[in-house]
Protein backbone atom coordinates (compact mmCIF):
# COMPACT_ATOMS: atom_id res chain seq x y z
CA UNK A 1 0.00 0.00 0.00
CA UNK A 2 1.49 3.32 -0.88
CA UNK A 3 0.73 5.61 1.75
CA UNK A 4 3.73 7.28 1.48
CA UNK A 5 4.03 11.34 1.23
CA UNK A 6 5.31 12.82 -1.88
CA UNK A 7 7.02 10.23 -4.27
CA UNK A 8 6.89 12.27 -7.66
CA UNK A 9 9.58 13.57 -8.46
CA UNK A 10 7.84 16.72 -11.10
CA UNK A 11 8.11 19.85 -9.19
CA UNK A 12 4.52 20.73 -7.29
CA UNK A 13 1.47 23.60 -9.18
CA UNK A 14 0.89 24.36 -5.80
CA UNK A 15 2.29 23.40 -2.06
CA UNK A 16 0.69 23.74 0.55
CA UNK A 17 2.90 23.28 4.09
CA UNK A 18 1.75 23.70 7.25
CA UNK A 19 -1.65 25.77 6.54
CA UNK A 20 -3.66 25.89 9.56
CA UNK A 21 -7.40 28.22 9.50
CA UNK A 22 -8.91 29.04 12.53
CA UNK A 23 -11.88 30.95 11.82
CA UNK A 24 -13.20 34.43 13.28
CA UNK A 25 -15.83 32.57 15.67
CA UNK A 26 -13.10 30.09 17.21
CA UNK A 27 -13.51 27.17 15.07
CA UNK A 28 -9.98 25.69 13.72
CA UNK A 29 -10.86 24.00 10.45
CA UNK A 30 -7.37 23.16 9.64
CA UNK A 31 -4.36 22.18 11.41
CA UNK A 32 -0.27 21.46 10.14
CA UNK A 33 -2.19 20.84 6.62
CA UNK A 34 0.72 19.38 4.03
CA UNK A 35 -0.19 18.77 0.22
CA UNK A 36 1.90 19.15 -2.88
CA UNK A 37 -0.37 19.73 -6.15
CA UNK A 38 1.60 18.27 -9.10
CA UNK A 39 0.57 19.33 -12.50
CA UNK A 40 -1.87 17.77 -14.18
CA UNK A 41 -2.95 15.04 -11.64
CA UNK A 42 -6.18 14.40 -10.64
CA UNK A 43 -6.40 14.30 -6.43
CA UNK A 44 -9.29 13.85 -4.73
CA UNK A 45 -9.32 14.92 -0.75
CA UNK A 46 -11.10 12.49 0.62
CA UNK A 47 -12.72 13.13 4.14
CA UNK A 48 -15.69 13.15 6.87
CA UNK A 49 -18.13 16.23 6.71
CA UNK A 50 -16.63 19.02 8.49
CA UNK A 51 -13.18 18.51 7.98
CA UNK A 52 -11.85 21.24 6.40
CA UNK A 53 -12.48 20.36 2.75
CA UNK A 54 -13.93 23.03 1.23
CA UNK A 55 -11.36 25.43 3.03
CA UNK A 56 -8.58 23.97 1.55
CA UNK A 57 -10.55 24.73 -1.80
CA UNK A 58 -10.70 28.76 -0.55
CA UNK A 59 -7.66 28.60 0.69
CA UNK A 60 -6.23 27.52 -3.00
CA UNK A 61 -8.57 30.17 -5.01
CA UNK A 62 -7.03 32.88 -2.78
CA UNK A 63 -11.12 33.75 -1.53
CA UNK A 64 -9.32 33.53 1.96
CA UNK A 65 -6.38 33.32 3.84
CA UNK A 66 -4.17 30.70 6.27
CA UNK A 67 -3.58 31.71 9.40
CA UNK A 68 -0.31 30.06 9.81
CA UNK A 69 1.63 27.91 7.10
CA UNK A 70 2.12 28.74 3.81
CA UNK A 71 0.84 28.67 0.42
CA UNK A 72 3.06 28.26 -2.98
CA UNK A 73 2.18 28.20 -6.69
CA UNK A 74 5.44 27.04 -8.88
CA UNK A 75 6.74 30.25 -10.55
CA UNK A 76 8.89 31.88 -9.35
CA UNK A 77 7.25 35.89 -8.75
CA UNK A 78 4.99 35.83 -7.26
CA UNK A 79 1.30 36.36 -9.29
CA UNK A 80 -2.32 36.52 -9.54
CA UNK A 81 -3.34 32.98 -10.26
CA UNK A 82 -7.25 33.70 -9.91
CA UNK A 83 -7.81 33.69 -13.40
CA UNK A 84 -6.19 30.74 -13.86
CA UNK A 85 -8.92 28.86 -11.51
CA UNK A 86 -12.13 27.25 -12.45
CA UNK A 87 -14.51 26.50 -9.45
CA UNK A 88 -17.07 24.27 -9.34
CA UNK A 89 -19.41 24.30 -6.33
CA UNK A 90 -21.54 21.72 -4.80
CA UNK A 91 -24.73 23.51 -5.85
CA UNK A 92 -24.35 24.79 -9.27
CA UNK A 93 -24.89 28.05 -8.21
CA UNK A 94 -26.41 29.47 -11.42
CA UNK A 95 -27.61 32.74 -11.80
CA UNK A 96 -31.47 32.20 -12.18
CA UNK A 97 -31.83 35.18 -14.54
CA UNK A 98 -29.42 34.22 -17.04
CA UNK A 99 -29.37 32.16 -19.96
CA UNK A 100 -27.20 28.90 -20.22
CA UNK A 101 -24.77 31.05 -22.21
CA UNK A 102 -24.59 34.17 -19.91
CA UNK A 103 -23.75 31.97 -17.08
CA UNK A 104 -20.87 30.50 -19.27
CA UNK A 105 -19.62 33.82 -20.06
CA UNK A 106 -19.52 35.20 -16.63
CA UNK A 107 -16.10 34.68 -15.89
CA UNK A 108 -15.09 35.93 -19.52
CA UNK A 109 -17.04 39.20 -18.61
CA UNK A 110 -15.37 39.72 -15.77
CA UNK A 111 -12.14 39.06 -17.19
CA UNK A 112 -13.14 41.79 -19.86
CA UNK A 113 -14.10 39.80 -22.84
CA UNK A 114 -17.47 40.85 -24.59
CA UNK A 115 -19.86 38.68 -25.42
CA UNK A 116 -19.48 38.68 -29.07
CA UNK A 117 -15.77 37.64 -28.50
CA UNK A 118 -16.58 35.07 -26.23
CA UNK A 119 -19.17 33.62 -28.05
CA UNK A 120 -17.38 30.82 -30.35
CA UNK A 121 -15.67 29.96 -26.88
CA UNK A 122 -18.92 29.57 -25.11
CA UNK A 123 -19.82 27.48 -27.99
CA UNK A 124 -17.14 25.52 -28.42
CA UNK A 125 -17.15 24.39 -24.29
CA UNK A 126 -21.14 23.96 -24.24
CA UNK A 127 -20.94 21.08 -26.98
CA UNK A 128 -17.70 20.22 -24.78
CA UNK A 129 -19.92 19.31 -22.19
CA UNK A 130 -22.46 17.91 -23.82
CA UNK A 131 -25.23 20.77 -24.21
CA UNK A 132 -25.44 21.31 -27.64
CA UNK A 133 -28.27 23.73 -28.39
CA UNK A 134 -28.83 24.62 -25.10
CA UNK A 135 -27.48 27.77 -25.20
CA UNK A 136 -30.48 29.50 -24.64
CA UNK A 137 -32.40 27.91 -21.97
CA UNK A 138 -32.28 29.21 -18.70
CA UNK A 139 -31.41 27.35 -15.72
CA UNK A 140 -34.88 26.38 -14.13
CA UNK A 141 -35.74 24.65 -17.33
CA UNK A 142 -32.78 22.15 -16.96
CA UNK A 143 -32.41 19.19 -14.76
CA UNK A 144 -30.14 18.99 -11.53
CA UNK A 145 -26.88 17.26 -13.68
CA UNK A 146 -27.45 19.40 -16.80
CA UNK A 147 -26.93 22.33 -14.45
CA UNK A 148 -24.40 21.05 -13.03
CA UNK A 149 -22.45 20.57 -16.90
CA UNK A 150 -23.33 24.26 -17.09
CA UNK A 151 -21.42 24.93 -13.85
CA UNK A 152 -18.49 23.02 -15.07
CA UNK A 153 -18.82 24.81 -18.60
CA UNK A 154 -18.62 28.02 -16.73
CA UNK A 155 -15.95 26.96 -14.83
CA UNK A 156 -13.40 25.86 -18.32
CA UNK A 157 -14.50 28.76 -19.61
CA UNK A 158 -10.89 30.77 -19.19
CA UNK A 159 -9.48 26.98 -19.99
CA UNK A 160 -7.97 26.68 -16.29
CA UNK A 161 -4.41 25.17 -15.26
CA UNK A 162 -6.49 24.33 -12.11
CA UNK A 163 -9.92 22.96 -11.64
CA UNK A 164 -11.50 23.14 -8.05
CA UNK A 165 -14.30 21.28 -7.83
CA UNK A 166 -16.32 21.01 -3.92
CA UNK A 167 -18.14 17.82 -4.05
CA UNK A 168 -19.94 18.82 -7.04
CA UNK A 169 -21.78 15.50 -7.57
CA UNK A 170 -22.69 15.16 -4.29
CA UNK A 171 -26.74 15.81 -4.84
CA UNK A 172 -26.98 13.82 -7.72
CA UNK A 173 -28.38 10.80 -8.22
CA UNK A 174 -25.93 8.22 -8.79
CA UNK A 175 -26.76 7.27 -12.37
CA UNK A 176 -26.36 10.87 -13.47
CA UNK A 177 -23.64 10.54 -11.07
CA UNK A 178 -21.74 8.41 -13.18
CA UNK A 179 -22.37 9.85 -16.53
CA UNK A 180 -20.74 12.76 -15.34
CA UNK A 181 -17.58 10.89 -13.94
CA UNK A 182 -16.95 9.63 -17.35
CA UNK A 183 -17.93 12.49 -18.95
CA UNK A 184 -15.04 14.45 -15.92
CA UNK A 185 -12.41 11.90 -16.81
CA UNK A 186 -12.95 12.72 -20.97
CA UNK A 187 -12.76 16.34 -20.01
CA UNK A 188 -9.67 16.25 -17.83
CA UNK A 189 -7.90 14.49 -21.17
CA UNK A 190 -8.95 16.63 -23.40
CA UNK A 191 -8.12 20.00 -21.44
CA UNK A 192 -5.08 18.46 -20.14
CA UNK A 193 -5.46 20.57 -16.66
CA UNK A 194 -5.08 19.95 -12.50
CA UNK A 195 -8.19 18.91 -10.85
CA UNK A 196 -8.35 19.00 -7.01
CA UNK A 197 -11.60 16.93 -6.07
CA UNK A 198 -13.60 17.45 -2.77
CA UNK A 199 -15.75 14.60 -2.00
CA UNK A 200 -16.42 11.88 1.28
CA UNK A 201 -17.29 9.07 -1.19
CA UNK A 202 -14.06 6.42 -1.37
CA UNK A 203 -15.85 5.13 -4.77
CA UNK A 204 -16.08 8.11 -6.55
CA UNK A 205 -12.04 9.18 -5.14
CA UNK A 206 -10.90 5.74 -6.91
CA UNK A 207 -13.00 6.17 -9.95
CA UNK A 208 -11.62 9.73 -10.88
CA UNK A 209 -8.22 10.10 -8.83
CA UNK A 210 -4.34 9.24 -9.52
CA UNK A 211 -4.05 10.22 -6.21
CA UNK A 212 -6.30 10.59 -2.83
CA UNK A 213 -5.03 12.50 0.02
CA UNK A 214 -7.35 11.06 3.06
CA UNK A 215 -7.85 13.65 5.55
CA UNK A 216 -8.70 13.42 9.12
CA UNK A 217 -11.61 14.94 10.90
CA UNK A 218 -11.10 18.68 11.74
CA UNK A 219 -9.05 20.24 12.62
CA UNK A 220 -7.77 18.56 9.31
CA UNK A 221 -5.06 17.41 7.89
CA UNK A 222 -3.80 15.29 5.55
CA UNK A 223 -3.17 11.73 7.29
CA UNK A 224 -1.74 9.98 4.15
CA UNK A 225 -1.79 10.07 0.37
CA UNK A 226 -2.71 6.94 -2.07
CA UNK A 227 -1.74 6.40 -5.76
CA UNK A 228 -4.37 5.08 -7.38
CA UNK A 229 -2.57 2.10 -8.83
CA UNK A 230 -4.53 1.90 -12.12
CA UNK A 231 -4.66 2.79 -15.74
CA UNK A 232 -6.06 6.03 -16.16
CA UNK A 233 -8.41 5.16 -19.13
CA UNK A 234 -11.00 4.05 -16.76
CA UNK A 235 -15.07 2.55 -17.81
CA UNK A 236 -18.02 1.14 -16.65
CA UNK A 237 -15.43 -2.85 -16.69
CA UNK A 238 -13.19 -0.71 -14.33
CA UNK A 239 -16.40 0.34 -11.74
CA UNK A 240 -17.04 -4.07 -11.84
CA UNK A 241 -13.63 -4.95 -11.38
CA UNK A 242 -11.43 -6.78 -8.57
CA UNK A 243 -8.79 -4.05 -8.76
CA UNK A 244 -11.62 -1.16 -8.33
CA UNK A 245 -13.02 -3.81 -5.15
CA UNK A 246 -9.36 -3.44 -3.85
CA UNK A 247 -8.17 -0.37 -3.97
CA UNK A 248 -11.97 1.09 -2.67
CA UNK A 249 -10.93 -1.01 0.14
CA UNK A 250 -7.42 -0.18 0.82
CA UNK A 251 -9.12 3.69 0.69
CA UNK A 252 -11.61 2.73 2.98
CA UNK A 253 -9.41 1.55 5.73
CA UNK A 254 -6.79 4.30 5.36
CA UNK A 255 -10.30 6.63 5.37
CA UNK A 256 -10.65 4.31 9.01
CA UNK A 257 -7.63 4.92 10.26
CA UNK A 258 -7.82 8.93 9.86
CA UNK A 259 -11.08 8.84 11.55
CA UNK A 260 -9.62 7.90 14.55
CA UNK A 261 -6.06 9.59 14.38
CA UNK A 262 -5.05 12.48 17.22
CA UNK A 263 -5.57 15.57 16.29
CA UNK A 264 -9.18 14.59 14.88
CA UNK A 265 -11.09 15.30 17.74
CA UNK A 266 -14.79 15.32 16.30
CA UNK B 1 -50.32 13.14 -16.74
CA UNK B 2 -53.35 13.19 -19.86
CA UNK B 3 -55.79 13.81 -16.23
CA UNK B 4 -53.84 17.15 -15.74
CA UNK B 5 -53.77 18.17 -19.25
CA UNK B 6 -57.79 18.14 -19.45
CA UNK B 7 -58.09 19.53 -15.55
CA UNK B 8 -55.47 22.52 -16.52
CA UNK B 9 -57.10 25.01 -19.07
CA UNK B 10 -60.27 24.42 -17.40
CA UNK B 11 -58.81 25.16 -14.21
CA UNK B 12 -57.61 28.43 -14.74
CA UNK B 13 -60.82 29.71 -16.55
CA UNK B 14 -62.89 29.09 -13.48
CA UNK B 15 -60.23 31.03 -11.85
CA UNK B 16 -61.83 33.79 -13.83
CA UNK B 17 -65.56 32.65 -13.64
CA UNK B 18 -65.76 31.84 -10.77
CA UNK B 19 -65.53 34.98 -9.11
CA UNK B 20 -67.85 36.14 -12.15
CA UNK B 21 -70.51 34.45 -11.47
CA UNK B 22 -70.22 35.52 -7.04
CA UNK B 23 -70.32 39.09 -8.29
CA UNK B 24 -73.23 38.93 -10.73
CA UNK B 25 -75.11 37.44 -8.01
CA UNK B 26 -74.08 39.45 -5.33
CA UNK B 27 -75.38 42.73 -7.51
CA UNK B 28 -78.26 41.08 -8.82
CA UNK B 29 -79.24 40.15 -4.85
CA UNK B 30 -78.48 43.71 -4.17
CA UNK B 31 -80.24 45.42 -7.16
CA UNK B 32 -83.25 43.32 -6.30
CA UNK B 33 -83.23 44.15 -2.36
CA UNK B 34 -83.13 47.27 -2.64
CA UNK B 35 -86.25 47.30 -5.80
CA UNK B 36 -88.45 45.24 -3.61
CA UNK B 37 -87.90 46.52 -0.13
CA UNK B 38 -88.28 50.13 -1.51
CA UNK B 39 -84.98 51.45 0.37
CA UNK B 40 -84.40 54.97 -0.33
CA UNK B 41 -81.56 55.80 -2.23
CA UNK B 42 -79.88 58.19 0.74
CA UNK B 43 -79.63 54.77 2.71
CA UNK B 44 -78.12 52.40 0.12
CA UNK B 45 -78.32 53.16 -3.69
CA UNK B 46 -79.06 50.38 -6.37
CA UNK B 47 -76.35 49.18 -8.14
CA UNK B 48 -78.06 50.32 -11.77
CA UNK B 49 -78.57 54.10 -9.64
CA UNK B 50 -74.84 53.89 -8.85
CA UNK B 51 -73.92 53.26 -12.52
CA UNK B 52 -76.14 56.02 -13.65
CA UNK B 53 -74.55 58.59 -11.24
CA UNK B 54 -71.50 57.52 -12.23
CA UNK B 55 -72.48 58.36 -15.32
CA UNK B 56 -73.71 61.63 -14.85
CA UNK B 57 -70.76 62.97 -12.37
CA UNK B 58 -68.35 61.68 -14.45
CA UNK B 59 -67.17 65.43 -15.16
CA UNK B 60 -67.14 65.67 -11.41
CA UNK B 61 -65.32 62.26 -10.37
CA UNK B 62 -63.05 62.08 -13.37
CA UNK B 63 -61.53 65.31 -12.13
CA UNK B 64 -61.33 63.95 -8.59
CA UNK B 65 -60.22 60.75 -10.00
CA UNK B 66 -57.12 62.38 -12.12
CA UNK B 67 -56.23 64.20 -9.20
CA UNK B 68 -56.16 60.78 -6.67
CA UNK B 69 -54.48 58.93 -9.53
CA UNK B 70 -51.79 61.50 -10.09
CA UNK B 71 -51.23 61.43 -6.26
CA UNK B 72 -50.84 58.00 -5.72
CA UNK B 73 -48.71 57.64 -8.85
CA UNK B 74 -46.40 60.05 -8.18
CA UNK B 75 -46.05 59.01 -4.51
CA UNK B 76 -45.14 55.56 -5.46
CA UNK B 77 -42.44 56.68 -7.70
CA UNK B 78 -40.98 58.87 -5.38
CA UNK B 79 -41.01 55.52 -3.71
CA UNK B 80 -39.65 53.63 -5.59
CA UNK B 81 -37.05 56.16 -6.05
CA UNK B 82 -36.10 56.98 -2.17
CA UNK B 83 -37.00 53.22 -1.29
CA UNK B 84 -34.26 51.40 -4.06
CA UNK B 85 -31.89 54.87 -3.37
CA UNK B 86 -31.80 54.11 0.36
CA UNK B 87 -31.85 50.18 0.49
CA UNK B 88 -28.67 50.70 -1.92
CA UNK B 89 -27.04 52.64 0.84
CA UNK B 90 -28.05 50.92 3.70
CA UNK B 91 -26.73 47.98 1.79
CA UNK B 92 -23.33 49.33 1.26
CA UNK B 93 -22.62 49.99 4.54
CA UNK B 94 -23.82 48.49 8.13
CA UNK B 95 -22.70 51.41 10.32
CA UNK B 96 -25.38 53.60 7.99
CA UNK B 97 -27.88 50.06 8.09
CA UNK B 98 -27.44 50.55 11.81
CA UNK B 99 -27.92 54.02 12.29
CA UNK B 100 -30.81 54.93 10.00
CA UNK B 101 -33.21 52.20 9.48
CA UNK B 102 -35.05 52.17 13.00
CA UNK B 103 -36.28 55.73 11.96
CA UNK B 104 -37.31 54.06 8.91
CA UNK B 105 -39.41 51.79 10.96
CA UNK B 106 -40.91 54.09 13.40
CA UNK B 107 -41.78 56.47 10.26
CA UNK B 108 -43.65 52.92 8.68
CA UNK B 109 -45.44 51.87 12.72
CA UNK B 110 -46.81 55.32 13.38
CA UNK B 111 -50.20 55.46 11.26
CA UNK B 112 -50.23 57.41 8.83
CA UNK B 113 -53.59 58.85 9.66
CA UNK B 114 -51.96 60.55 12.35
CA UNK B 115 -49.15 62.49 11.06
CA UNK B 116 -51.17 63.59 8.09
CA UNK B 117 -52.52 66.43 10.18
CA UNK B 118 -49.34 67.97 11.24
CA UNK B 119 -47.93 67.64 7.73
CA UNK B 120 -51.10 69.70 6.52
CA UNK B 121 -49.66 72.07 8.70
CA UNK B 122 -46.27 72.46 7.59
CA UNK B 123 -46.73 72.17 3.75
CA UNK B 124 -48.79 73.37 1.25
CA UNK B 125 -51.93 70.73 0.92
CA UNK B 126 -50.66 68.95 -2.73
CA UNK B 127 -47.61 68.25 -1.31
CA UNK B 128 -48.50 67.37 1.97
CA UNK B 129 -50.99 64.61 0.56
CA UNK B 130 -48.40 63.47 -1.82
CA UNK B 131 -45.78 63.01 1.36
CA UNK B 132 -48.63 60.85 2.94
CA UNK B 133 -48.91 58.71 -0.16
CA UNK B 134 -44.89 58.42 -0.38
CA UNK B 135 -44.03 57.87 3.52
CA UNK B 136 -46.49 54.78 3.22
CA UNK B 137 -45.79 53.21 0.14
CA UNK B 138 -42.06 53.87 0.38
CA UNK B 139 -41.21 51.00 3.35
CA UNK B 140 -42.24 48.20 1.61
CA UNK B 141 -39.88 48.81 -0.99
CA UNK B 142 -37.02 50.02 1.38
CA UNK B 143 -37.27 46.44 3.42
CA UNK B 144 -38.11 44.27 0.44
CA UNK B 145 -35.14 46.21 -1.93
CA UNK B 146 -33.04 45.87 1.30
CA UNK B 147 -33.50 41.66 1.70
CA UNK B 148 -33.32 41.27 -1.82
CA UNK B 149 -29.57 43.11 -2.09
CA UNK B 150 -28.08 41.27 1.08
CA UNK B 151 -29.54 37.28 -0.67
CA UNK B 152 -27.34 37.53 -3.66
CA UNK B 153 -26.26 34.00 -4.07
CA UNK B 154 -22.79 33.95 -1.39
CA UNK B 155 -20.71 31.19 -3.83
CA UNK B 156 -22.02 33.70 -6.87
CA UNK B 157 -19.85 36.86 -5.15
CA UNK B 158 -17.07 34.10 -4.38
CA UNK B 159 -17.09 33.72 -7.93
CA UNK B 160 -16.96 37.60 -8.65
CA UNK B 161 -14.02 38.02 -6.25
CA UNK B 162 -12.24 35.29 -7.84
CA UNK B 163 -12.08 36.53 -11.21
CA UNK B 164 -12.96 40.38 -11.07
CA UNK B 165 -8.97 41.02 -10.03
CA UNK B 166 -7.53 41.79 -6.91
CA UNK B 167 -9.10 45.36 -6.20
CA UNK B 168 -5.86 48.10 -4.64
CA UNK B 169 -7.01 51.24 -4.75
CA UNK B 170 -10.09 52.85 -2.87
CA UNK B 171 -11.43 53.75 -6.22
CA UNK B 172 -10.93 50.16 -7.53
CA UNK B 173 -13.18 48.78 -4.94
CA UNK B 174 -15.68 50.89 -5.19
CA UNK B 175 -16.51 49.80 -8.94
CA UNK B 176 -15.96 46.54 -7.95
CA UNK B 177 -18.60 46.96 -5.81
CA UNK B 178 -20.65 48.90 -7.87
CA UNK B 179 -20.23 46.08 -10.70
CA UNK B 180 -20.99 43.09 -8.51
CA UNK B 181 -24.03 45.17 -7.33
CA UNK B 182 -24.96 45.74 -11.24
CA UNK B 183 -23.94 42.03 -12.35
CA UNK B 184 -25.06 40.19 -9.18
CA UNK B 185 -27.32 42.15 -6.13
CA UNK B 186 -29.50 43.96 -8.23
CA UNK B 187 -30.96 40.58 -10.74
CA UNK B 188 -30.92 39.24 -6.93
CA UNK B 189 -33.17 41.67 -5.88
CA UNK B 190 -35.33 42.21 -8.37
CA UNK B 191 -38.41 39.55 -7.31
CA UNK B 192 -38.25 40.85 -3.83
CA UNK B 193 -38.55 44.71 -5.06
CA UNK B 194 -41.12 44.11 -7.08
CA UNK B 195 -43.31 42.63 -4.29
CA UNK B 196 -42.68 45.62 -2.28
CA UNK B 197 -43.39 47.31 -5.28
CA UNK B 198 -47.30 45.23 -4.96
CA UNK B 199 -47.61 46.05 -1.55
CA UNK B 200 -46.71 49.89 -2.08
CA UNK B 201 -49.04 50.08 -4.91
CA UNK B 202 -52.30 49.18 -2.95
CA UNK B 203 -50.43 51.47 0.11
CA UNK B 204 -49.81 54.12 -1.86
CA UNK B 205 -53.28 54.78 -3.06
CA UNK B 206 -54.54 54.55 0.50
CA UNK B 207 -51.88 57.02 1.89
CA UNK B 208 -53.56 59.11 -0.64
CA UNK B 209 -57.17 59.27 0.31
CA UNK B 210 -56.26 59.51 4.35
CA UNK B 211 -54.46 62.59 3.46
CA UNK B 212 -57.21 63.47 1.20
CA UNK B 213 -59.64 62.58 4.13
CA UNK B 214 -57.44 64.85 6.52
CA UNK B 215 -57.15 67.53 4.05
CA UNK B 216 -60.71 68.05 3.54
CA UNK B 217 -60.87 71.20 2.08
CA UNK B 218 -62.72 71.71 -1.69
CA UNK B 219 -61.07 73.37 -4.44
CA UNK B 220 -60.07 72.27 -7.80
CA UNK B 221 -57.25 70.22 -6.73
CA UNK B 222 -59.72 68.08 -4.20
CA UNK B 223 -59.01 63.97 -5.12
CA UNK B 224 -61.57 61.04 -5.05
CA UNK B 225 -61.91 61.00 -0.94
CA UNK B 226 -62.56 64.55 -0.43
CA UNK B 227 -65.39 63.98 -3.18
CA UNK B 228 -66.62 60.46 -0.33
CA UNK B 229 -66.94 63.17 2.53
CA UNK B 230 -68.39 65.76 0.48
CA UNK B 231 -71.15 63.41 -0.56
CA UNK B 232 -71.91 62.08 2.89
CA UNK B 233 -72.15 65.71 4.29
CA UNK B 234 -74.78 66.24 1.50
CA UNK B 235 -76.32 63.35 2.11
CA UNK B 236 -75.98 61.99 -1.85
CA UNK B 237 -74.97 58.31 -1.36
CA UNK B 238 -75.28 57.21 -4.63
CA UNK B 239 -71.78 59.56 -5.64
CA UNK B 240 -70.55 58.06 -2.85
CA UNK B 241 -71.01 55.43 -3.70
CA UNK B 242 -69.96 55.71 -7.03
CA UNK B 243 -66.57 57.29 -5.90
CA UNK B 244 -66.04 54.32 -3.93
CA UNK B 245 -66.39 52.12 -6.91
CA UNK B 246 -63.54 54.33 -8.65
CA UNK B 247 -61.27 54.07 -5.83
CA UNK B 248 -61.73 50.17 -5.72
CA UNK B 249 -61.84 49.70 -9.99
CA UNK B 250 -57.94 52.21 -9.51
CA UNK B 251 -56.72 49.61 -6.60
CA UNK B 252 -57.52 46.76 -8.75
CA UNK B 253 -55.77 48.46 -11.62
CA UNK B 254 -52.41 49.19 -10.02
CA UNK B 255 -52.55 45.62 -8.32
CA UNK B 256 -53.31 44.16 -11.88
CA UNK B 257 -50.38 46.49 -13.94
CA UNK B 258 -47.94 45.83 -10.64
CA UNK B 259 -48.32 42.33 -10.89
CA UNK B 260 -47.86 42.16 -14.88
CA UNK B 261 -44.78 44.25 -14.66
CA UNK B 262 -43.42 41.61 -11.85
CA UNK B 263 -44.71 38.73 -14.38
CA UNK B 264 -43.33 39.95 -17.27
CA UNK B 265 -39.45 40.85 -15.71
CA UNK B 266 -39.50 37.34 -14.02
CA UNK B 267 -41.14 35.27 -16.35
CA UNK B 268 -38.14 33.50 -17.68
CA UNK B 269 -36.54 32.26 -14.29
CA UNK B 270 -38.42 33.10 -11.11
CA UNK B 271 -40.68 29.93 -9.64
CA UNK B 272 -43.24 32.24 -8.86
CA UNK B 273 -43.42 33.71 -12.37
CA UNK B 274 -43.55 30.69 -13.80
CA UNK B 275 -46.65 29.03 -16.32
CA UNK B 276 -48.36 25.62 -14.36
CA UNK B 277 -46.60 23.12 -16.08
CA UNK B 278 -49.36 21.57 -19.08
Redesign the interface.
Known amino acids: MAASLQPQSASPLVSLRGVGKTFANGLTALSAFDLDILPCEFISLLGPSGCGKSTILRLIAGLSEPTSGSLAWSDATPADHRSEIGYVFQDPTLMPWASVADNVWFPLRLRGVSKREAASRIDDILSMVGLDGFARAYPRELSGGMRMRVSIARALSLRPKLLLMDEPFAALDEITRFKLNDDLLRLKRELDCTIVFVTHSVYESVYLSDRIAVMTPRPGHVAATMTVDAPRERDARFRASATYAKLCGQVSDILARAMILPGGAS | MSETARTQPKHSASRIWLPAIVFVAAIAAWEAYVRMAGVPAYILPAPSLIVTTLVADWPVLSVALLVTLKTTLAGLALAVIGGVALALLLSLSRVVEYSIYPFAVALQVTPVVAISPLLLIYMPQEIAVLACAWIVAFFPILSNTMLGLQSA?R??L?????????PMTLRQRLASRLKALW??RF?AA?PSFLTGMKIAGGLSLIGAVVAEMAAGSAGVSSGLAYRIIESQYRLNIPRLFAALVLLALTGIVIFLVTSALSRLALR????SA?EPEA
Open positions: DNLDLFALYSGNLLPLHWHEM
